[in-house]
T-cell receptor
Framework: NAGVTQTPKFRVLKTGQSMTLLCAQD?????MYWYRQDPGMGLRLIHY???????AKGEVPDGYNVSRLKKQNFLLGLESAAPSQTSVYFC?????????FGSGTRLTVV | KQEVTQIPAALSVPEGENLVLNCSFT??????LQWFRQDPGKGLTSLLL?????REQTSGRLNASLDKSSGRSTLYIAASQPGDSATYLC???????????FGTGTRLTIIP
C-alpha cells in the first residue's frame, strides 16, 4: 500500500546515545516533515524539507538533525539523546493534496 | 506565527446526536486546512481537506466548513456512533511549504 513508513516503531535509548529515525514515502511527494507529539502540547514541527537535498528548521529543531539525500527518504537524527526528547515522533509527506502521516515512533530516553 | 485553538478540549455526547467541533486560527493566509482523527496510541488519519478557495467539504457523515476571513473552521459529525470516539485535530497549512500548525485537539467520546 502507498504511504509513509517509519522505522523503528519503538526504541529505548540511554542518555547520550545517538540514533536515526527513518521515514520513507512512495507517493513522490516533494515535501516531508518530522513532528513530535507530547501530552498537552499537540504536534510540533521539528524539521521539514521542500525537496530532495533541502532541509529547514521548524518550531523545535534543537538537538535534532535531518537529511534528505533521496526524494523518498527523510532521516531524523539524535546525536546525543536527552530525556526531554522522550516523545512520539511522526513523519509526514505532502504535495498540494494534503498530508499523509506515518504510524509514529515511540522513543523513550532513560 | 500561526496559532490554532480547538474548543472544546473534550466532549461527551450520547450516540446518535449530531455534533460540531470548532477550530480557530490566527493567520488567514492559509493554503488549505485539514481535519485529522487520532485514536489512542495511533497515528493521524486524514478526514477532510478544504482548499483555501473552498467553503466546505463532505465525506459521508462528516462535513467541514471553512471561513478563511474570520479564521474559523468547523467539523460537523452527523448521527454520531461509538466508533467516532477519538481525538480530532485541525491543522491549517501555509503557502509555499505547506507546513501544518496543529491545535491540541478535541477528545470526543460517544456514549452508547
Amino acid at each position: 500500500n502507498a504511504g509513509v513508513t517509519q522505522t523503528p516503531k519503538f526504541r529505548v535509548l540511554k542518555t547520550g546515545q545517538s540514533m536515526t529515525l527513518l521515514c520513507a514515502q512512495d507517493m513522490n511527494h516533494e515535501y516531508m516533515y518530522w513532528y513530535r507529539q507530547d501530552p498537552g502540547m499537540g504536534l510540533r514541527l521539528i524539521h521539514y524539507s521542500v525537496g530532495e537535498g533541502t532541509t529547514a528548521k521548524g518550531e523545535v529543531p534543537d538537538g535534532y538533525n535531518v537529511s534528505r539525500l533521496k526524494k523518498q527518504n527523510f532521516l531524523l537524527g539524535l546525536e546525543s539523546a536527552a530525556p526531554s526528547q522522550t516523545s512520539v515522533y511522526f513523519c509526514a509527506s505532502s504535495y498540494l493534496i494534503g498530508y499523509t502521516f506515518g504510524s509514529g515512533t515511540r522513543l523513550t530516553v532513560v | 506565527k500561526q496559532e490554532v485553538t480547538q474548543i472544546p478540549a473534550a466532549l461527551s455526547v450520547p450516540e446518535g446526536e449530531n455534533l460540531v467541533l470548532n477550530c480557530s486560527f490566527t493567520d488567514s493566509a492559509i493554503y488549505n486546512l485539514q481535519w485529522f482523527r487520532q485514536d489512542p496510541g495511533k497515528g493521524l488519519t486524514s478526514l477532510l481537506l478544504i482548499q483555501s478557495s473552498q467553503r466546505e467539504q463532505t465525506s459521508g457523515r462528516l462535513n467541514a466548513s471553512l471561513d478563511k476571513s474570520s479564521g474559523r473552521s468547523t467539523l460537523y459529525i452527523a448521527a454520531s456512533q461509538p466508533g467516532d470516539s477519538a481525538t480530532y485535530l485541525c491543522a491549517p497549512s501555509n503557502f509555499g511549504n505547506e507546513k501544518l500548525t496543529f491545535g491540541t485537539g478535541t477528545r470526543l467520546t460517544i456514549i452508547p
